[in-house]
């Protein structure tokens, strides 16, 4: 198991950008793919972003293709979602999750955080 955890949400104007971090504890982080995905109210959860193990490859959604940027630092740790040109729409909570390979699914993932709320105001 991993335990991680999400920070960086906020309140930003539409246009503008944030960063999400999460950090991972307790096993071995670059054995994990790591995921973010979003819930917002009212709807179900949905995938943003993965990266493998090392790195080398990523995934979006495609509602947020060149507007997000999924990366990670297995020295420190911690996946980040750098999010530019925010829509109102892009408000959710985020939650990031680590499972044996990079997939759209959630099913996939077995270890989640507890979230980060986003809200882009138009």
């Known amino acids: 198991q991993v335990k991680l955890v999400e920070s960086g949400g906020g309140l930003v104007q539409a246009g503008g950008s944030l960063r999400l971090s999460c950090a991972a504890s307790?096993?071995?982080?670059?054995?994990?793919?790591m995921g973010w995905f979003r819930q917002a109210a009212g709807k179900e959860r949905e995938f943003v972003a993965a990266?493998?193990?090392?790195?080398?490859?990523?995934y979006y959604a495609d509602s947020v293709k060149g507007r997000f940027t999924i990366s990670r630092d297995n020295a420190k740790n911690t996946v980040y979602l750098q999010m530019n040109s925010l829509e109102p729409e892009d408000t959710a909570v985020y939650y990031c999750?680590?499972?044996?390979?990079?997939?759209?699914?959630?099913?996939?993932?077995?270890?989640w955080g507890q979230g980060t709320q986003v809200t882009v105001s138009s």
């Open positions: 999750a680590a499972g044996p390979y990079a997939s759209s699914s959630a099913s996939d993932y077995n270890n």
């Open positions: 990266i493998t193990r090392t790195g080398i490859r990523t």
């Open positions: 307790g096993r071995t982080f670059s054995a994990y793919a």
